[in-house]
């Protein structure tokens, strides 16, 4: 009995592509509940945000190079797992030092809302074959555009309406 037998369902046609041989019988990509979040009409506030966790492959370090070289603030709502703390006290937190970089930490659901319906954008600049990345269309259900990395599942989720797909920082 192997991958070639049992039915599988992936979250993204890119999820499939280290097993392209597995007898997938359907994509379903993530959704988030209809009433869980809502577009937000006032004024933005007048940052970017990053929402996830803290690790290489999620990025915050392009974020918050992007969010300088425009000079635009940069708000971090993140969690730092046990095997990223290395990476967070040597990589990150010596970037947060500089000005226009606020790291809030890990918020719960009922702040999401605020925190990316307020953001002018989010990034999610990734370099990993991301499955699908729920805080895409967390930010779109808050009417928030998404400039993101290609890489992943990116390509299937955010398009010329809902933000901007790049290939580097540059780009971005």
Known sequence: FGFR???LV?????QREP???ANY???????IPADLLAPVLAPRGGYIAFLGR????????RAIRIARRFGIPLKI???????DRDYFRTEIEPMLDGPGVDYIGEISEREKQEF?????AVLFPVNWPEPFGLVMIEAMACGTPVLAFRCGSVPEVI?????RIVETEDEA
């Open 19 to 21: 097993l392209p041989h």
């Open 159 to 163: 398009d010329d309406v809902t933000g």
């Open 5 to 7: 037998d049992m039915p």
């Open 25 to 31: 019988i359907a994509t379903v990509h993530h959704g």
């Open 10 to 14: 992936s979250i993204s046609h890119a």
């Open 116 to 120: 990316l319906g307020q953001a002018a």
């Open 54 to 61: 803290i690790s290489p492959e999620k990025r915050p370090d």
């Open 77 to 83: 709502a993140a969690k730092v797992d046990k095997v």
